[in-house]
T-cell receptor
């Protein structure tokens, strides 16, 4: 199973600044996913990061606010731009792997972001 | 868009009691997946069900996928304190096989009292 690390694990940021979150996987994967989990809430898919092409964003999320890079098959970054307190969330990256016939998702440990 | 709801939102049980969470989708699902998130942790995959009416067991956990592939349930027999966490169902709409369109349920937060 994939092992995923994220940096930073947590951060406290000021309103109007930007934060870049890194996600590293120990194996090559085609697609990586970025989720947001607001306090006490479920997970919401932000975008799918494809290597060699632009990320695909879900409804309600735009590239200007959440630019994503995917320079190779083991790494991706998500930037939260021009932050406001409403961006305070846990941000998780994940990958999908077929194990037997399953497409289970493996999640990174998450980045806990607080915006003041 | 697709919505996936779970009930109950919260459940407190005494250790040794049974627990069930129910998952309902507004659209037919290609498959249903269940994840467990411990407090302060990240979601961890538990199981995937694909076939209509499928039932799978993992020790004290029983997972069921509805005949119409729009609902699912997770039942835990004789809960233990290690079962504490939030249980999420998740699934892509029919015709989608990847996480590209994975929608997570609202989650059920389980507390087990010793």
């Amino acid at each position: 199973s994939a092992v995923i690390s994220q940096k930073p694990s947590r951060d406290i940021c000021q309103r109007g600044t930007s934060l870049t979150i890194q996600c590293q996987v120990d194996s090559q994967v085609t697609m990586m996913f970025w989720y947001r989990q607001q306090p006490g809430q479920s997970l919401t898919l932000i975008a799918t990061a494809n290597q060699g092409s632009e990320a695909t964003y879900e409804s309600g999320f735009v590239i200007d606010k959440f630019p994503i890079s995917r320079p190779n098959l083991t790494f991706s970054t998500l930037t939260v731009s021009n932050m406001s307190p409403e961006d305070s969330s846990i941000y998780l990256c994940s990958v999908e792997e077929g194990v037997r016939n399953y497409n289970e998702q493996f999640f990174g440990p998450g980045t806990r972001l607080t915006v003041l | 868009g697709q919505q996936v709801m779970q009930i109950p939102q919260y459940q407190h049980v005494q250790e040794g009691e049974d627990f069930t969470t129910y998952c309902n989708s507004s659209t037919t699902l290609s498959n249903i997946q269940w994840y467990k998130q411990r407090p302060g942790g990240h979601p961890v995959f538990l199981i995937q069900l694909v076939k209509s009416g499928e039932v799978k067991k993992q020790k004290r956990l029983t997972f069921q996928f509805g005949e119409a592939k729009k609902n699912s349930s997770l039942h835990i027999t004789a809960t233990q304190t290690t079962d504490v966490g939030t249980y999420f169902c998740a699934g892509p709409p029919l015709g989608s096989g990847s996480a590209r369109q994975l929608t997570f349920g609202s989650g059920t937060q389980l507390t087990v009292l010793p």
